[in-house]
Each structure stands twice: as C-alpha cells, then as structure tokens.
C-alpha cells in the first residue's frame, strides 16, 4: 500500500511516501533504468521483471519516483492525464484498465509550436480533449456533476506519448511506471465552455500531413471524457493527490494512436471543439527517414 502525503508549491510538488509493498531494492532498480531511459534516450527492457505485471501500486510508486527526479532537475506539475481510456488503444497494447500519468510543464506545447521529436524515443499521436480547472476536485466520490462544476473550460489537444519501454512491449505495470506512457501535449488555443455540449458526441479526425488517419467519437473514451475526468479525479483522491484549480488534465484518446516516423503536422478537428496543429520539426533522435 502506498500512502502519499502531496502537496504544491508554486514551483514544484514535493512529496513523502510511505512503503509497505513489494521490495525497495525492486521499486529503485524500476525507477533508476526508466530514469536512465529518459536520460539516454535509449529504450529499456520492461519493468515488470521487478514489479511483476499487476502490482499497480508499487508501479505508481515507482511513477512517483520517477516524477520526483524530473521535478528535482527543476520541472514543475501543471496537471495529469488519462491513458487508456479508448478500447482501440487498450486493444493495441492488450491492457484493458485506465492508467494515469503527471503532466510537466515541459511537457507541454501550444498550437502550432514546433515540437522537437528528438526529444522522444518511439512517439505516437492521438486525438484528446483536455481539461483546465477553475476549481479543486477533492472529495471523495467524485462525480461527473463535480467535474463539470470544476471545469473552466476544454481546448482541443493533441498527445504526444511515448515508451521508456523497448518496441512498446507493456503489461499495465510497465505503462503505469513509466508516467502512463507520457511524451509531451500540443494544446489548441481557443477555449470553449462546457455548458449545452456532449462531449460523449463529439467527433475526432486526426490527420498528417493533410492525410487522414484515426478517426475516432468522445463516447470511445470510457463513455464520455467527462466521465473519465471523474475516474481520474477519484483515483487521485484515494491517493491523497487531488486536482486543484489550474490543473490541465488530459482526459484520454477519442481514437487510435498513430506512429510518429517523420518530420510533419498532425491536425486535431474536433466537432465544435475547433482544431490544433502539433508540428513535429524532426523525426524521433533527430534522424530524418
């Protein structure tokens, strides 16, 4: 069992856990090869040879080990996200329960911004909707009324994610270990409110290049991405890291993942959500095809 005690300053989260699963010499070695992965940009061997392949606790403590190095080399949290929430993604990695991951803010990017793909070992898009927080979500229970209440308002978004893990080879602890499998985000840049729209309804085209290639609706993602902002927003109750106010949370893909081989823009069109460029300036390790 995990009991985090988390708390945000203006720059960073800090953060004491108390441990009582798994071995710690078996949660270091998990943390320390993802921490060499995202160093050396060299995929990892899969971690589940220390954490076995259902131990979710001991691959979010691992995951909060992982954080904690990131924020201690100076990036700060702006939010979380959602993965595995759309059953054409679990289907492409064979795990079928959602999974989330922290955002950083250097993780994250606005319309049309170049996006340096070196920066990423085998990256993949797909189509989201991302929230912002005008409000906390702290109380146990969460419900889809609290997340609309809390919501200031939704922008189109592109997810960039990725895998410390070699050719993606995943079993749930691996992905949960590994920041759920986080690479970076391209949000749009035009709010819209969340009064009088079903997000369960919307439509989702993902094209490269002028080329289509993922389609996808908001009723892929567990329901309704309000829905999955609940799922989360309970889960981070239950281990004392609620939302809070001017979090972003990305709710989860409306569709399949689509590799990222080579310099291009991938275009985001959202049903009467607008749309968002992220523009991939190289291929993944700066090597053109």
Not at 22 to 39: K, W
Not at 130 to 152: C, E, K, M, Q, Y
Not at 192 to 204: A, E, K, N, P
Not at 255 to 281: H, K, Y
Request: a negative charge; charged letters at 20%.
């Amino acid at each position: 069992m995990i009991t985090p005690l988390l708390h945000r300053t203006h720059e960073c989260v800090c953060a004491t856990v108390t441990v009582t699963l798994g071995s710690t010499t078996a949660l270091d070695a998990a943390a320390e090869r993802l921490i060499a992965a995202r160093a050396s940009l060299v995929p990892a061997a899969p971690v589940r040879e220390f954490l076995g392949e259902s131990d979710v606790d001991a691959a979010y403590e691992v995951q909060r080990r992982v954080i904690a190095a990131e924020v201690g080399r100076g990036a700060r949290v702006v939010g979380a996200k959602i993965g595995l929430t759309a059953p054409a993604v679990q289907q492409q990695f064979g795990v079928f329960r959602p999974d989330f991951g922290v955002l950083l803010d250097d993780m994250m990017y606005g319309h049309t911004e170049p996006v340096p793909a070196a920066r990423f070992l085998q990256p993949r898009a797909e189509g989201e909707i991302a929230f912002v927080l005008g409000r906390d979500i702290d109380r146990p229970g969460a419900t889809v009324a609290d997340v609309l209440r809390a919501t200031d308002f939704v922008l189109p978004a592109i997810e960039i994610v990725d895998s410390r893990i070699t050719d993606w080879d995943l079993a749930i602890t691996d992905t949960v270990a590994d920041n759920a499998s986080s690479g970076a985000v391209v949000l749009g840049t035009t709010p819209y409110s969340l009064t009088g729209l079903d997000l369960s309804r919307v439509g989702m085209t993902l094209e490269r290049d002028g080329e289509q290639v993922s389609f996808g609706a908001g009723h892929a993602c567990l329901g309704s991405p309000v829905v999955a902002v609940a799922w989360l927003a309970r889960e981070l109750v239950t281990r004392e890291q609620p939302l809070r106010a001017g979090d972003i949370v990305m709710s989860g893909a409306l569709g399949p993942m689509v590799p990222i081989t080579e310099a291009g823009t991938f275009r985001l069109r959202l049903d009467g959500l607008g749309e968002v460029d992220a523009v991939i300036e190289s291929v993944p390790g700066g090597r053109e095809k």
